[in-house]
């Protein structure tokens, strides 16, 4: 009998162990299936694109809350340790986020592939506050920047964004081969609806005759170079400036020689002083987005849409 019980005993304990090793290789394989390629990106369209070309083989967060501005920035120490765990981390570059350089420090030496998304593309010189009145926009290879000279804001272009979500995608298929096709496809998908886009607007945009874009905060000189419009802002191109009894006597000639009827606002820069102006002129007030932050539950493309129909239709007006 006891013999017995000892066979059954030792059955017993074959079957268990082989039953926890083969529900531990099934942890395994879920966990592997499961698990997805962390990255960390700093403004909204970098999240976006990201999440656009990477789709369900990626996991995205954005250290910069949303509402929160990016020029003024402080990383954490949660944030940082959030990066070192990432696979991939992305930033815009071109002087966009001024405290770079600490992030990049605590990353230097880990197996984080650091993508700044801006590389490649031919950015246009900043409008800081002193030249406000007087400036002209020109392009320079990206190599040759230095913070603070040129402008940042790049994904306001649908063409120079065409190259940030280009970077985005190589670094995806540089450290994840296997689904090349699938994030080639992503990638393919999302650019044709920014050419349509473009090509949409480029067309409207020929037939207008009203040709000057008034902002409160110098960041649309892409779309105005894209569109063949013409910027002038209150504040610089990092929301910077004051509107002075000077300043606004200036801005409030150019409306009324150029007949301006729409003062563009955002409601993260400048919308007190572009109100002022606007109240000045007699013109109205539209919002449009800078994208630094995500606002009103609107993706890129959609953001974008609103942003080039809201500026072509106040010009007709």
Not at 132 to 160: I, K
Request: with cysteine; proline share 2%.
């Amino acid at each position: 009998m006891r013999r017995k019980i000892s066979i059954f005993a030792l059955i017993l304990g074959v079957f268990l162990v082989f039953t926890g090793c083969n529900n531990k290789d099934k942890e395994n394989i879920s966990e592997n299936i499961n698990d997805k390629i962390k990255i960390g990106v700093t403004i909204y369209p970098l999240k976006d694109f990201a999440e656009s070309i990477g789709g369900d083989k990626v996991e995205v967060f954005s250290i910069i809350p949303d509402g929160t501005d990016a020029h003024s920035f402080d990383p954490k120490p949660t944030d940082l340790k959030n990066l070192t765990n990432s696979n991939i981390f992305i930033y815009n570059g071109l002087g966009m986020e001024e405290w770079i350089n600490s992030i990049l420090t605590t990353l230097e030496g880990t197996e984080v592939k650091i993508v700044e998304a801006s590389s490649g593309i031919k950015a246009l010189t900043a409008v800081k506050e002193e030249d406000l009145e007087d400036h002209e926009e020109e392009e320079h290879d990206e190599e040759e920047h230095s913070h603070g000279d040129y402008d940042p804001h790049v994904w306001l272009s649908l063409t120079d964004a065409v190259k940030e979500v280009e970077n985005i995608k190589n670094a995806l298929i540089e450290i994840d081969a296997e689904n090349k096709e699938y994030y080639e496809a992503n990638y393919d998908k999302l650019i044709s609806k920014m050419n349509a886009l473009k090509d949409t607007y480029i067309e409207k945009f020929k037939n207008i005759e009203n040709k000057d874009l008034v902002t409160g905060h110098a960041a649309f000189a892409y779309i105005a170079r894209d569109f063949g419009l013409i910027q002038n802002s209150i504040a610089d191109v990092y929301g910077e400036g004051e509107l002075t009894p000077k300043d606004l006597e200036k801005l409030i000639d150019y409306c009324k020689e150029n007949k301006v009827k729409v003062i563009f606002s955002e409601t993260t820069a400048s919308a007190e002083a572009s109100e002022t102006l606007a109240n000045a002129v007699g013109a109205a007030i539209e919002k449009i987005y800078s994208l630094e932050t995500k606002e009103d539950d609107l993706d890129y493309l959609q953001a974008m849409e609103y942003n080039l129909e809201t500026i072509y239709t106040s010009l007709l007006k």
